[in-house]
């Protein structure tokens, strides 16, 4: 009998495993060094590392780099695009944007197919979708033949309006595949049908170039299983949160590209949820970054604006992740004008903090937490002894002597800096798009994110933070309780006020049928599919569209434009009710639900007392004088046990601080509660 | 960088002096981005638009991280200007439009929205957000008529005006206001976007001094100046004293003869001050091309801002950098009621280029030869593929290349230097809302200025008309003449201009700037934009450099021959196959050498004649010659074709062996 559910998400340096035993609800975990030259030497280890034996899987889903690094480092197959003659520079022009406004000597990545590879044929498609030039046939073989003998394996098909009308980029697909044995070809109206030309290209160009590759570690990866005797399908984490099955990665591969980001998010998801709360602020705090997401009525932030390099747009909806450099490695230091900074450079992996004690000698948060005595130099279970008296004279050296201050005064400076940062970057996410965090829970994860936690939402006013059971691998949590999912979308440029019910229900029932499509490839039950009808729409004359959910049936559309105004209000918080709205294309979210798992409650500890592991001094904000704290163990934390701060919570993964005026709980799904004393939050 | 710098004075502690800095950025930040995605003229969304906070006196505390270049430095000039024009009348509640250029502001589309934020009913700053609203009437489409020589035909000049009043929408000064527009319900869109980005910010600020106590915040206010100032400082402290000077041309000032108009720039360093003198410049030309004092400024600003890249803006960086920009009445400094709805094709770029040289003297590091020239074409008429036959505007911009770089070359097909935010528009979504068909959108080869590191390409783009009735295009550019220059011995690339092919006629040129040409369905034109100039002299460069630009179609086989002497064979292009025959590219780049510097003295008319005769190409006469004839007729500029050596002389020749 399958009884587990096995999800593995490949970080840049750890492979995280997180098993979820469907007969007892328990969750067990396991840490192995990622191999980046071949991932899935990892993966196999994190498997066995956390003891599982394959025949016993019932899901084994995947979050995997492999697509965002292939796009860093730009290792591809032999790529070509084909595309309407006079635009063949479509990619390279972009809107013609820097993302540094004054730095001329910063420059926009090249695009990732060379000039050279980018070939022309005659065709036309107007506005309205008409052939204006058929695609001439003689001239598109002949393009074929020539990338066939360049050794082209994979091809991006980017014609100029192909989104509305697909006939052109089809026949030449067809020719490519006649004349190219073996070849991968990417068509713009298939993976992206949108207008605009450079986000539909850049989107197809970044598929065409990861298809064999994702496709390839794919297929490779679902073999070691089936051998290891797997016999489900391997779930492939994607952008938009949902998982994939290897049989569609050849077209939308490029939905691969930010698996890795997304887990941690659905992660941060799922805790909220499980702890009752609807809005929540995900922050995962690690070694160099701090990725943040936020979730609104039980649902995550989607974006259309995401790339791996700037200036190539990969136009998926994914799940948005805002992304600061802001880590435990980040370093605190003082700039030419006297002024306390923190960030964005970080001391890495190597050397490290200076608590390494591998030769880094400048002040990271990492040291200034040392000095603090909140993380501990030797941690409690812990094999890695951090060096506090490199600490102390990193922080002496760095922050202390310039300002004037003294040690402890100049540590608690840095990570107030360091805090400040991180709070302005949630505001950035948060009420930028009209959210008052006063809402939301705070989330906290990641090797650092437990430490910061509760001064960052102090700062917000935030006032709930969850730090979840295994901090330091809840991004593998993500993984694990996902629904087969795809977006597609068409064009439907109309006047709000005037659509004809009949043709919004015929344009809605293609996607649909597109949809089913796609998930009967997936091999999903029609009983299991769920599919949620959406419009995107603006007021007449804006260049940006908001999403809102539709319904099925007569006055559906009228039913979202009203709900549009709505969350205008709330986003942009103006709204024009008397003001013309334009529809602007049509959602479908199509959904595989898979068979979930019952997570258990745990029943509270009949005596839900803590017993301390010991004592240290630690320095908080708002006190001057070092408090002997109380250190825990978090595994000997039962539930239902409540702490009032000061408390320092130490695990494997990662150490939770409580500062006084805090109080902590345990709650029934083990994530450890805190909430502020005595404030009307 | 572990010593305090000892001039640094402050009463915050570090902590809240830094979190104070960033949350000011963030505010105005937040403010961007409502208007970003609220705004109604794709200008605005395209990033025309800037937004600052300034204090109670009307200096910049901050301004937007990702605002337009051509902005900078303006945004407390019409701060100023509203205070000055409410004395003891400024209320809670308020907010208040203006968009005069010859009070600091850049042009009339500009509009800048600005609020007072009170608290305890003291003014503690302000929130201003400043946008490119599509259309503020005149006589032409977009506002932009190059042929006003007054404001009165560019558009509606607004002085300072309340727009709420005590928090009361004062609908009457709206209605002047949009009554004198073209299309007023964007405007109201936009207005709308603006001033509710006001209220973020404010809305921010007033949660900073809730949280850290008002004076707090005020005197994080003044220190954040400071301590821009004092970075600044630092820097130029930091290098030699001296004095620089150069000169960059407008093409011509059409109410007199041909000759090229000047924009001299003298710098001086002297121990941490940074000043400015543009006192030498001619006087304002007979079109729109011309700036009034806000946007010179601007120009001096953004220019200098470019080598100080991290430092953040405020007015702390303009009390250490100064400008004098001599007598009211020159093309730097026009006075109203002079036309200067151009200034970013004329004086504007022409000043940053300038500046670019000088400090490319100062931090050779980071020197970069001359960019391509911000230019836009208008095609406006009736679209007859409807039945009510609606106006359209085809309001088109192009990106270009940039300067060739000290070891490396320009970029290629990147936005203007007045505002490298500013977004191309997508064919897709202009062919739907107009009846213009583009036929190419590509990189134009060899358009990148010859040097050691090329300037990076510029691009073309053609088009056709197709159902378009009562259609007229203007065109409002430059540098169809004072082409964009190379240094440090690299060479000039090609003239702006647009080409109109009509369906029944021959194709004429119709100049980088021009007024209301009538055009009709099955017309087609194009045009190019520049490259960027070449750093560094051409017959150093790389072979293998040349023949990677060869295989990608960056330079032609042709070009690669005349401009660098560097010859290559095609063995198999089909398969990418070319290589280089060394012998012929040393006997090449011998005779180039023997002989380029007597090309640009042989008699210009005798190669105005070769021109019309198609013998020789213009990128022969920019580049080879230094010769410029109006490139339709060919007929020979003398006295611009003067100017032009002697500019190519100072840059190019000058640093050959």
């Known amino acids: 009998m399958t009884h587990l559910r096995v999800a593995v998400d490949v970080g840049g340096t750890f492979t995280d495993v997180c098993v979820l035993d469907e007969t007892t609800s328990d969750v067990s975990v396991a840490k192995v060094p990622s191999t980046p030259a071949d991932p899935m030497e990892a993966v196999m280890a994190g498997v066995a590392a956390a003891g599982v034996d394959l025949r016993d899987v019932a899901l084994f889903s995947h ?16 790529v070509a695009m084909v595309t309407t003659r006079g635009f063949r520079d479509v990619i390279e022009i972009r809107r013609g944007t820097k993302q ?8 926009v990545a090249p695009p990732y197919v060379q000039r050279r590879h980018r070939l022309e044929v005659d065709e036309r498609v107007d506005y309205a979708g008409r052939i204006v030039t058929a695609l001439d046939e003689d001239g598109a073989r002949a393009t074929a033949r020539t990338l066939r003998r360049r050794g082209i394996e994979t091809v991006a098909v980017c014609f100029v309006n192909a989104y509305a009308n697909d006939a052109n980029e089809r026949r030449m697909r067809e020719i490519l595949v006649e004349e190219i044995p073996g070849v991968t070809v990417s068509t713009s109206s298939e993976t992206l049908p949108e207008i605009f030309e450079h986000e539909r290209f850049s989107t197809t160009v970044a598929n065409a170039v990861l298809a064999p590759l994702v496709g390839g570690y794919v297929r490779r990866l679902s073999d070691r299983l089936r051998q290891g005797g797997y016999g489900g399908d391997l779930l ?11 049989r569609l990665v050849d077209r939308y591969a490029v939905r691969l590209a930010a698996s890795g980001i997304a887990a941690g998010a659905i992660a941060a998801r799922h805790i909220a949820l499980l702890a009752g709360h609807q809005h929540a602020i995900g922050l995962d ?16 932030r989607v974006t259309r604006e995401w790339f791996v390099e700037y200036g190539y747009p990969i136009c998926f909806p994914s799940i948005e992740v805002l992304t600061i450099g802001a880590g435990g490695g980040s370093l605190a230091w003082i700039d030419e004008a006297g002024s306390l900074r923190n960030g964005p450079q970080s001391a890495g992996a190597d050397p490290g903090p200076a608590c390494y004690g591998r030769g880094g000698t400048a002040a990271t948060n990492t040291d200034a937490n040392v000095v603090l005595g909140r993380l501990s130099a030797r941690l409690v279970d812990g094999a890695v002894p951090l060096d506090a008296e490199a600490a102390a004279a990193a922080v002496r050296r760095s922050v202390a002597a310039p300002l004037g201050l003294d040690e402890s005064a100049a540590a608690r400076a840095a990570l107030q800096v360091a805090n400040a940062n991180m709070a302005d970057a949630v505001r950035l996410i948060s009420i930028r798009r009209g959210y008052d965090p006063r809402e939301f829970a705070l989330v906290v994860f990641g090797g650092a994110g437990p430490l910061h936690g509760a001064a960052l939402a102090r700062d917000l006013a935030i006032p709930t933070v969850i730090v979840p059971p295994n901090p330091g691998i809840t991004s593998a949590l993500g993984c694990l309780l996902v629904d087969i999912r795809h977006d597609l979308a068409a064009m439907f440029l109309r006047p709000a006020d005037d659509v004809d019910p009949a043709e919004v229900e015929t344009e809605f029932a293609k996607l649909e049928a597109e949809a089913r499509e796609r998930l009967a490839v997936e091999g999903v039950a029609v009983g299991d599919i769920s599919l949620q009808r959406s419009l995107s729409m603006r007021y007449l004359g804006q260049w940006r569209s908001l999403d809102v959910p539709c319904g099925v049936g007569a006055g559906a559309v009228e039913a979202a434009v009203a709900r549009f105004h709505d969350e205008h209000a709330r986003e942009f918080s103006y709204r024009r009710d008397g003001a013309a709205v334009e529809l602007y294309q049509l959602g479908l979210r199509a959904i595989g639900v898979t068979p979930k798992p019952t997570l258990r409650p745990r029943p509270t500890a009949a005596r839900a007392v803590a017993s301390e592991a010991s004592r ?3 320095y908080f904000d708002e006190h001057p ?8 163990r978090r595994s000997d934390l039962p539930v239902g046990v409540v702490l009032h701060g000061p408390a320092v919570i130490e695990q494997l993964d990662s150490t939770t601080l409580v500062p006084p005026d805090v109080t902590a709980v345990v709650d029934e799904w083990l994530n450890i509660r805190m909430t502020f004393d005595g404030e009307a939050q | 960088m572990s010593e305090l710098p000892a001039n640094r004075v402050s009463t915050l502690d570090p902590v809240t002096f830094e979190v104070l800095k960033n949350a000011f950025s963030t505010a105005v930040d937040l403010m961007s981005e409502q208007i970003l995605r609220t705004c109604h003229s794709f200008v605005i969304f395209a990033r025309d638009f800037s937004c600052a906070l300034c204090d109670a006196r009307g200096d910049t505390i901050m301004q937007g991280s990702q605002d337009i270049a051509v902005h900078v430095g303006t945004l407390h000039y019409t701060c100023k200007a509203v205070i000055e024009a409410f004395p003891e009348d400024i209320h809670p509640g308020d907010v208040f439009a203006v968009n005069d250029p010859y009070l600091g502001g850049t042009h009339f589309n500009d509009v800048r929205i600005i609020r007072p934020i009170f608290h305890e009913g003291r003014i503690i700053a302000y929130a201003q957000a400043n946008g490119h609203w599509a259309d503020v009437g005149g006589s032409v489409p977009g506002s932009f008529d190059v042929n006003a020589r007054e404001h009165f035909g560019e558009g509606l000049r607004i002085p300072p005006v309340r727009l709420w009043d005590r928090g009361v929408y004062r609908s009457d000064v709206a209605r002047l206001i949009f009554s004198n527009t073209r299309v007023p319900s964007d405007n109201e869109g936009d207005m709308h976007a603006q001033a509710e980005a006001t209220r973020i910010c404010q809305r921010e600020v007033l949660r900073l001094a809730a949280k850290y106590g008002v004076d707090t915040v005020v005197t994080a206010m003044s220190e954040v100046q400071d301590y821009v100032e004092r970075i600044t400082r630092g820097r130029v402290a930091a290098l030699p004293d001296g004095e620089w000077e150069t000169v960059d041309y407008i093409d011509s000032d059409p109410a007199a003869g041909e000759g090229l108009i000047a924009v001299r720039v003298r710098m001086t360093i002297s121990g941490d001050q940074l000043h400015y003198d543009l006192s030498g410049s001619d006087p304002a030309v007979g079109s729109f091309l011309n700036s009034a004092y806000g946007a010179s400024v601007s120009g001096v600003m953004a220019g200098t801002k470019t080598f100080f890249p991290d430092v953040p803006l405020n007015a702390g960086f303009y009390r250490a950098v100064t400008v004098e920009l001599g007598p009211e009445g020159s093309v730097v400094n026009a006075p109203w009621p002079i036309a200067v709805t151009g200034f970013c094709s004329g004086p504007y770029e022409k000043i940053m280029n300038a500046i670019f040289e000088l400090w ?3 931090m050779p590091e980071r020197a970069i030869a001359c960019s391509f020239n911000l230019e836009y074409l208008l095609v406006g008429g ?6 009510d036959r609606p106006v359209f505007m085809w309001y088109d911009w192009m990106v270009g290349g940039w300067g060739g770089r000290n070891g490396r070359d320009g970029s290629t097909a990147t936005a203007p230097i007045f505002g490298v935010g500013l977004a191309v528009q997508p064919v897709e979504g202009q062919e739907r809302l107009s009846p213009v068909m583009t036929t190419r959108h590509q990189i134009l080869t060899d358009s990148g200025g010859p040097g050691e590191f090329r300037g990076g390409c510029g691009v073309e783009k053609g088009a056709t008309l197709t159902a378009a009735e009562r259609t007229v295009m203007s065109y409002c550019c430059d540098r169809a003449r004072s082409i964009a220059w190379g240094i440090d011995g690299g060479l000039p690339s090609l003239p702006h201009g647009v080409w109109l092919d009509p369906a029944a006629g021959d194709e004429r040129f119709l100049g980088a700037v021009f007024s209301n040409v009538a055009v009709s369905a099955g017309d087609s034109f194009q045009r190019p934009s520049a490259g960027g100039g070449g750093y560094g002299d051409p017959l150093d460069r790389d072979p293998a450099a040349v023949l990677e630009d060869v295989i990608d179609g960056y330079v032609s086989i042709g070009r690669a021959r005349l401009d660098y002497g560097v010859v290559i064979e095609a063995v198999d292009p089909e398969i990418c196959s070319y290589r280089i025959d060394a012998n012929a590219t040393a006997q090449a780049r011998a005779e180039i050498a023997v002989h380029r510097r007597g090309w640009q003295l042989e008699d210009a008319e005798a190669i105005a004649v070769r021109y019309r005769s198609g013998e020789l190409g213009a990128m022969d006469l920019v580049r080879r010659y230094g010769v410029i004839v109006d490139w339709g007729t060919g007929e020979l500029l003398p006295e611009t074709t003067s100017q032009f050596r002697e500019m190519v002389a100072r840059r190019s020749v000058a640093h050959w062996p």
């Open chain 1, 236 to 246: 492939l984490l994607h952008s938009g949160g949902g998982v994939m099955t290897p």
């Open chain 2, 382 to 387: 009736r679209d007859a593929r409807r039945p």
């Open chain 1, 616 to 618: 240290r001094p630690v």
């Open chain 1, 625 to 632: 004088a070092a408090i002997e704290t109380p250190v825990y």
């Open chain 2, 360 to 362: 490319s003297q100062v």
């Open chain 1, 285 to 300: 705090m690690g070694g160099t970054s701090t990725d943040i997401s936020l979730v609104y009525d039980g649902e995550l």
């Open chain 1, 63 to 78: 979050g995997t780099t492999v697509a965002t690094n292939a796009l860093i480092t730009r290792r591809f197959p032999p």
């Open chain 1, 100 to 107: 540094d406004l004054w730095d001329a000597y910063k420059d």
